[in-house]
């Protein structure tokens, strides 16, 4: 079972770190935004395979704490983004 967390840990280091390559590189400010939202994504999963692994539920409420606020961020940056195009 230890090869089973090890390769999805190996899994979303790889993720993470083609996701930051992207937005690091992206062009415009919403596919920046993607990518942030992507690297968070990619940090709730990896938290809850910490979950998974230790057995340590106590994590769950940094997990909720921090998708919320990953998307009052992402509406936050969308709607200032649609005030400069118009």
Do not use: E, K
């Not at 230890?2 to 596919?31: E, K």
Request: charged share 15%; with cysteine; hydrophobic share 60%.
């Amino acid at each position: 079972m230890n090869y089973v967390w090890a390769a999805s840990a190996a899994m979303l280091l790889i993720a993470a770190l083609l996701t930051t390559y992207r937005t690091l590189r992206g062009p415009s400010t919403l596919d920046r935004l993607v990518g942030v939202d992507a690297i968070v994504a990619i940090m709730i999963c990896g938290l809850a395979l910490w979950v998974a692994v230790t057995g340590d539920t106590t994590i769950a409420a940094a997990i909720v704490v921090l998708s919320l606020v990953s998307f009052i961020g992402s509406i936050a940056v969308a709607r200032f983004r649609v005030r400069d195009d118009q």
